[in-house]
């Protein structure tokens, strides 16, 4: 199947720094890539949507100065926590789509811990 | 709107007992179906999806799931447990072919030797 990696697996920052979670498809074009966030023991709860080339589509209640996405080609998508505190702790996985059936394929995730 | 229900946050089987994960849907249209699993501290894989063809729909790991119209279900089942099966089991929704994935809350699914 289709591999989509996230980079870094994990990351520690301090309050009030920004960070930057790479979403890339290995080996397909991505027409659509899609970030959640998921709390310990939770399910995953849709971010935002974005198209190559085009700003993202955000779902309600979520902050859309704090968590910029840019989905700049067809194989990355970039989602950056701005002012990072500690209530932004959290699992995020981004998705991919290439087009045609409305198959996802999912990164392994990423840990942010924002101390 | 679209959502799906998942009966039970944790079912604990014997190794070798059969694999039942329940999962309601609320849609007004016919729905795309997914089970995703998903390890510790990994991301999700998808175990089988459900597009209107077949309603009985054979994934991985030796895993089905039936989709029945007249009962709104999708539930999961697995003839035979393995230790290897212990995760947590997400059912998703989809109104077509482009649109977002919907989760359930998952369920934990843990096995006894």
């Known amino acids: 199947g289709a591999v989509v990696s996230q980079h870094p697996s994990w990351v520690i920052c301090k309050s009030g720094t920004s960070v930057k979670i790479e979403c890339r498809s290995l080996?397909?074009?991505?027409?659509?890539m899609f970030w959640y966030r998921q709390f310990p023991k939770q399910s995953l709860m849709l971010m935002a949507t974005s198209n190559e080339g085009s700003k993202a589509t955000y779902e309600q209640g979520v902050e859309k100065d704090k968590f910029l996405i840019n989905h700049a080609s067809l194989t990355l998508s970039t989602l950056t926590v701005t002012s990072a505190h500690p209530e932004d702790s959290s699992f995020y996985i981004c998705s991919a789509r290439g087009g045609g059936d409305n198959e996802q394929f999912f990164g392994p995730g990423t840990r942010l811990t924002v101390l | 709107a679209q959502s799906v229900t998942q009966l039970g946050s944790h079912v604990s089987v014997s190794e070798g007992a059969l694999v039942l994960l329940r999962c309601n849907y609320s849609s007004s249209v016919p729905p795309y179906l997914f089970w995703y699993v998903q390890y510790p501290n990994q991301g999700l894989q998808l175990l089988l999806k459900?597009?209107?063809?077949?309603?009985l729909v054979k994934g991985i790991n030796g895993f089905e799931a039936e989709f029945k119209k007249s009962e709104t279900s999708f539930h999961l089942t697995k003839p035979s447990a393995h230790m290897s099966d212990a995760a947590e089991y997400f059912c998703?929704?989809?109104?077509?072919?482009?649109?977002?994935?919907?989760f359930g809350s998952g369920t934990r699914l843990s096995i006894r030797p």
């Open positions: 080996d397909f074009q991505a027409t659509t």
């Open positions: 998703a929704v989809a109104y077509s072919s482009a649109s977002k994935i919907i």
């Open positions: 459900y597009t209107s063809a077949a309603t």
